[in-house]
């Protein structure tokens, strides 16, 4: 090995395949170093070998590595998706079943109901403070007193106590349909009352409701009552004989 000053490096291999030859230059001096060409080809074709081998294997494990994240994507998908449904079912009930009657499938029941919630979130539902309590529970009693001289009377006065309550809670002011489906998200037991009671109202409006159909829609209205009057019976109240 022989050295001298300047600083370029070249390396040749020789025609007979026998030697390679690398030059290096320091600052005038010249290094010369010899290696034998075998050792170096060798370690090429490893090179060479490996590329070759990671060009063949990379397609299959990215696809194996696709086709399983699209599993588990699918699975979680599923298992959210079953969650979601019992979740609903739970908080729904029987109104849940409804749903899917009149939209023609659980997706569109589901999606129908989650609006619900999402809708129902945004207001401002409150509870009645003590002084309303007593005040909506003096007032219930005179409504339920009224039926047994004027039950017409007494249960289109329900239906609007009902109402003012629902206003008073923070639901907001809206036709019957919108706000049976407000009420369904928080009181999903009773909202079928409410229904079944805003029916024979209409009926009563209309002429055709017996005086057996307005006690049942006195009792009906009565179970939404004290459902929204934070689940307390109003006290010295008997159900309507």
Same mark, same amino acid.
């Given at each position: ?8 490096? %070249? =390396? ?5 395949? $026998?030697?390679?030859?690398? %030059?290096?230059? @320091? +600052?005038?001096?010249?290094? =010369? ?36 994240? =699209?599993? &588990?994507?699918? &699975? ?25 009657? #009149?939209?023609?499938?659980?997706? +569109?029941?589901?999606?129908? @109901?989650?609006? !619900? ?14 002084? #309303? ?10 409504? $339920? ?19 003012? @309550?629902?206003?008073? !809670? ?6 019957? +349909?919108? !706000? ?17 009671? %805003? ?14 159909? =307005?006690? $049942? ?8 009552? +004290? ?15």
């Amino acid at each position: 090995m022989r050295t001298s000053g300047t600083r370029m490096l %070249h =390396l040749s291999l020789s025609p007979t395949g $026998q030697r390679a030859t690398a %030059h290096l230059k @320091l +600052e005038g001096a010249t290094c =010369l170093m010899t290696q034998p060409s075998n050792s170096a080809q060798g370690r090429v074709a490893q090179i060479a070998s490996a590329e070759e081998v990671t060009m063949q294997i990379s397609p299959t494990i990215v696809a194996v590595i696709v086709v399983a994240a =699209l599993i &588990v994507i699918a &699975v979680v998908v599923l298992l959210r998706e079953r969650k979601r449904k019992t979740d609903l079912k739970r908080r729904f009930g029987t109104e849940y079943e409804r749903a899917v009657r #009149e939209r023609g499938s659980e997706r +569109e029941a589901r999606a129908t @109901l989650e609006a !619900r919630e999402k809708r129902v979130e945004k207001f401002n539902i409150r509870e009645l403070s003590r002084t #309303e309590r007593d005040r909506y529970a003096e007032q219930w009693r005179t409504v $339920q007193s009224r039926f047994v001289d004027d039950p017409k009377g007494a249960v289109i006065e329900a239906d609007e106590t009902v109402a003012s @309550l629902m206003t008073v !809670r923070g639901y907001p002011i809206s036709d019957f +349909e919108q !706000r049976a489906a407000d009420l369904s998200v928080d009181h999903p037991d009773v909202v079928q009352n409410y229904r079944a009671a %805003h029916e024979i109202a209409v009926r009563h409006r209309q002429g055709r409701a017996s005086t057996e159909d =307005l006690r $049942q829609a006195m009792i009906y209205y009565r179970s939404l009552f +004290e459902d929204l009057l934070d689940g307390r019976k109003p006290g010295g109240v008997r159900e309507v004989a």
